[in-house]
C-alpha cells in the first residue's frame, strides 16, 4: 500500500495526461456543487471510450496539491458518482472507486477518492454527446470517428464477454486452491501456462497479464469484489406478494460460481414445504422439485449475462410459485418457445468450467456426476418435472428484452397432507 501511495504522488506531481484526470470536489452542506454532474459523465465517458484511465478527487489539477476529500463526504462522493455512471451515462459504466489515504507536501494526512476507469468493451453517450480523451482533454468525436470505433468496439466483443480480461487487477487475485482443481494428468505444470490455457487469465489491449471474467467467477472467494453483479439475491417471502414486510428468510449468495449454485439450491429446500401424508406408508410431496430447482438455477448462472450493469440474479420464493430472474436476453437466435429444444450458450468458458465441477447439491432424480453437461436436457427437465408435481407448466417470459424470468409453481398440498 506504501508503495501504491508513493507511484501515485509521483504520477500527481506530473500532472494530467491522456490516462490521469485530477479535480477537487466543492460541497454546499451535502450537495457537490463542483464538478457538475454533466460535465463529470461526459469525463467519465471519454476516457472509457480511449484508454483505461483514472481520477482522483481530492486533488488540484493546476497546483498538483493534494486537498482531500472530508472523510464525513466520502459516501456521499461514491454515491454521486455511482448516480452519475448509471444514470448519466449510456450503456453505464461499470468504475472501481476507491478511498484512499495519501500524504500531502505538509506531512498531513488527507483522504482522495481514487475512479478508475476500464477502457470498455462499448461506445458510451454521455450528456454533451460522444467524446473521447485526447492528452488530458476530452474532444468531441466527428462522425467518421465515432462510426470507426462502434466497428472496433462491435468487433471486441466477439471474444466472448466471459473470456474478457478484467481492468486494474493482477492474476494473484485467483486462489490456488480454487483453480487447481481444474488441473489433470494432462494439464501443464507451469502455473502461468496452465492459467492462460484454461483462460483464467489473459493479455489485455497491452499486452498486460490479468484475469479474466471466468477466472475471477470461478477462483476467488469474492467474485463480487471484482465484478459488482456476480452474485445472487435470494428472498423467501410469508404469501403470495413481493413484499418487504412478509419476508421470511432473505441472503445475498455469494463465493465461486459453483458454491453459489449449491447454497441458492440450498436456500429453496431450507424454505419450501414440504407435505406428508400415510397412505399407508409416508408419501412426502415437496413445494419444488429440486431436481428442476437445480438445473434453473445452473442455468441462471451459467448463461446469465455478466456484462450488466446493476443487473444481478435474483431467486424469490412464494408460498405459491418460485421466480428466478437471470440478466440477459436468450442467445443468439433462441425463442421461448425453443428453449426446451435447442441449446446454446452465452459463456462457452463458464459452462466447460461448471462441467468440471463435481455435483455437489442433493437433487432427487438427478443423473448428474459434474454440474453441467453438454447434453442440453436442463430445460426439459425443469418443464417436465415441475409439472408433474404441480400440474402446471413452468413459464419463461423475456421482460423488456434485458432479463429472462421463469416461474416454477408449487405443488398444491395433497388432500390429508400435514406439513412434514
Known amino acids: 500500500m506504501m508503495e501504491e501511495s508513493v507511484d501515485l504522488l509521483k504520477r500527481i506531481s506530473l500532472g494530467e495526461d491522456s490516462v490521469l484526470e485530477l479535480k477537487t470536489v466543492e460541497f454546499s452542506g451535502d450537495r457537490i456543487t463542483d464538478p457538475h454532474r454533466n460535465g463529470m459523465a461526459n469525463e467519465l ?6 484508454h483505461t484511465g ?8 493546476k497546483s498538483k496539491a493534494i486537498i482531500g ?15 452519475i455512471c448509471n444514470d448519466l451515462i449510456e450503456p453505464p459504466l461499470d468504475c472501481v472507486i476507491r478511498k484512499i489515504l495519501v500524504t500531502d507536501e505538509n506531512g498531513s494526512e488527507k483522504t482522495i477518492v481514487r475512479v478508475d476507469v476500464p477502457r470498455s468493451l462499448f461506445v458510451h453517450q454521455s450528456p454533451g454527446g460522444y467524446f473521447r480523451r485526447i492528452g488530458s482533454s ?6 467518421e470517428a465515432l462510426a470507426r470505433l462502434f466497428q472496433q468496439r462491435s468487433q471486441t466483443r466477439l471474444i466472448r464477454f466471459d473470456e474478457q480480461t478484467i481492468a486494474n487487477t493482477k492474476p494473484d487475485v485467483l486462489e490456488a486452491s480454487l483453480w487447481r482443481r481444474f488441473r489433470t494428468v494432462l494439464s501443464s505444470t507451469d502455473d502461468q501456462e496452465f492459467l492462460e490455457k484454461m483462460k483464467l487469465i489473459g ?6 497479464l490479468r484475469p479474466t471474467v471466468s477466472g475471477v467467477l470461478m477462483a476467488t472467494e469474492h467474485p463480487e469484489s471484482l465484478i459488482a453483479v456476480a452474485y445472487i439475491q435470494a428472498v423467501c417471502y410469508r404469501g403470495t406478494e413481493r413484499s418487504a414486510a412478509c419476508q421470511l428468510d432473505a441472503k445475498d449468495i455469494t463465493g465461486p460460481l459453483d458454491v453459489q449454485i449449491r447454497e441458492a439450491c440450498k436456500f429453496v429446500e431450507r424454505n419450501m414445504r414440504v407435505y406428508a401424508i400415510k397412505a399407508p406408508y409416508r408419501i412426502e410431496t415437496p413445494q419444488f422439485s429440486m431436481n ?5 438455477v445452473v442455468n441462471a448462472a451459467a448463461h446469465r449475462d455478466y456484462s450488466m450493469y446493476g443487473s444481478r440474479i435474483r431467486l424469490h420464493v412464494f408460498a405459491d410459485r418460485l421466480e428466478l430472474f437471470s440478466p440477459g436476453t436468450i442467445p443468439n437466435t433462441m425463442t421461448i418457445d425453443s428453449l426446451s429444444e435447442r441449446q446454446s450458450s452465452r459463456n462457452e468458458l463458464l459452462s466447460s ?19 453441467m453437461d453438454k447434453r442440453g436436457d436442463g430445460v426439459p427437465i425443469i418443464i417436465t418435472e415441475s409439472e408433474k ?13 434485458a432479463e429472462l424470468k421463469l416461474t416454477i409453481y408449487a405443488a398444491k398440498p395433497p388432500q390429508g397432507g400435514d406439513l412434514g
Open 45 to 50: 465517458a471519454a476516457i472509457a471510450n480511449t
Open 54 to 61: 483514472s481520477f482522483l478527487l481530492g486533488v488540484d489539477d
Open 69 to 83: 476529500v472530508p472523510r464525513d463526504k466520502l459516501d456521499i462522493v461514491e454515491t454521486w458518482l455511482r448516480e
Open 138 to 143: 476530452k474532444r468531441l468525436m466527428r462522425p
Open 203 to 208: 493479455r489485455d489491449e497491452d499486452g498486460i
Open 292 to 296: 428442476a430447482v437445480f438445473e434453473a
Open 353 to 371: 468450467l461448471l462441467a468440471r465441477c463435481p455435483m455437489n447439491i442433493d437433487a432427487p432424480g438427478s443423473q448428474r456426476k459434474f454440474i
Open 389 to 401: 408435481l404441480s400440474g402446471r407448466r413452468p413459464e419463461y417470459v423475456l421482460l423488456d428484452d
